[in-house]
């Protein structure tokens, strides 16, 4: 198989949104949600890539950051 990079652009909100998501998602220990532990390791891929990538989640007022986030992304008729 010819392994080629994927680039995925992410707003900086979007990225922090993701990054706390996956974080919750990969903390429950449930493999039965995955059809193969390959989309499990993905995941936990990605969110590796966006603890690099981002500063926010290491600031004292990350909460508030996440909920800034959240509301920058979130449809406007939520």
Not at 45 to 65: H, N, T, V
């Amino acid at each position: 198989m010819n392994s080629k990079n994927v680039s995925i652009q992410l707003t900086k909100e979007e990225a922090i949104v993701l990054f706390e998501f996956l974080g919750r998602f990969n903390e429950i220990d449930d493999s039965s949600r995955f059809e193969d532990q390959s989309e499990q390791r993905v995941l936990w891929d990605i969110e590796c890539i966006l603890e690099k990538e981002l500063s926010e989640p290491f600031q004292a007022d990350y909460l508030e950051i996440v909920n800034n986030a959240r509301e920058a992304v979130r449809d406007e008729n939520e």
